[in-house]
């Protein structure tokens, strides 16, 4: 299984950016699907999830700026990062708890991150 992140990049404090993650490879069903995130010299945070039924939770520091969302048909997870702040600034990953078969376990599968700076 591959989950390949794009759509980080350079913006200004104020502006937006859209992340998209879609996985790929032997995958039977995706269930939580998060964004997290980790800053120069922090630890990782999770950002924004999202359930196979669409329910989403955020993080604090993201909340009414973020929206996180999903297409199964795609199995694909985007982040739309609305009112940037500097704070922002991190390398962002996408994470995949997902099902080979009917009968597997959920396994955890990370993105290789896409670096998102919000500088004037």
């Known amino acids: 299984v591959q989950l390949q992140a794009s759509g980080g990049g350079l913006v200004q404090p104020g502006g937006s950016l859209r992340l998209s993650c879609a996985a790929s490879?032997?995958?039977?069903?995706?269930?939580?699907m998060s964004w997290y995130r980790q800053a120069p010299g922090k630890q990782r945070e999770l950002a924004a999830t999202?359930?196979?039924?669409?329910?989403?939770n955020y993080a604090d520091s993201v909340k009414g700026r973020f929206t996180i969302s999903r297409d199964n048909a795609k199995n694909t997870v985007y982040l739309q990062m609305n009112s940037l702040k500097p704070e922002d600034t991190a390398v962002y990953y996408c994470n995949a708890n997902l099902m080979h078969s009917s009968l597997s376990a959920t396994y955890s599968y990370w993105g290789q991150g896409t670096q998102v700076t919000v500088s004037s």
């Open positions: 999202i359930s196979s039924g669409g329910t989403t």
């Open positions: 490879g032997n995958i039977f069903r995706i269930n939580v």
